[in-house]
């Protein structure tokens, strides 16, 4: 696949599109449960912007005449699938799951078995709804509350994928 999104061949936008319909589906399978921390999240940015400079490929100094890699800035302008934002999008299903009621509380409420290397605390799926929560300012509300009003929420969710991720 490598060969192909370098490929001077192919239009960009036919190789982002590739992005999108092969790559990312394959990386974010399951997403909307995975429990995120730090290391990961910054992985997987790392990750999108590999592939993204491979898409556009190196760009002519204007000054110097010489070529170089696209900083990320400049990837940022390409309007590209941002795949942080893909993962926010566990809101929608926090949503869905919170409207189950009693059905499937052990999922939301349920603790992670198995041993963790010392000093490492077990990273709840909820943990992370509540972080994205926190980032727009709901942070001391109970989401299952929030979840039962779907408009509300629709908001919420909107607000969350579209806060700009460092």
Request: proline share 5%; hydrophobic share 35%.
């Amino acid at each position: 696949m490598q060969n192909i999104l370098s490929s001077s061949l192919l239009p960009k936008n036919l190789k982002i599109k590739l992005y999108r319909t092969t790559i990312l589906p394959a990386v974010l399978y399951g997403c909307e449960t995975w429990s995120l921390t730090l290391k990961e999240d910054r992985r997987l940015r790392v990750f999108e912007k590999r592939v993204l400079r491979k898409i556009f490929g190196p760009k002519r100094d204007g000054v110097t005449r010489e070529w170089r890699k696209l900083n990320n800035e400049e990837l940022d302008l390409y309007s590209s699938p941002n795949i942080i934002r893909v993962i926010k999008s566990r809101m929608k299903f926090a949503g869905c799951v919170a409207r189950m009621g009693e059905r499937i509380s052990g999922f939301i409420l349920g603790k992670p078995e198995g041993k963790r290397p010392p000093r490492k605390h077990r990273r709840r799926w909820e943990y992370n709804i509540k972080v994205d929560l926190q980032e727009v300012g709901k942070g001391g509300m109970d989401w299952i509350d929030l979840a039962g009003d779907r408009d509300s929420w629709r908001a919420l969710v909107n607000a969350v994928m579209n806060f700009r991720v460092p």
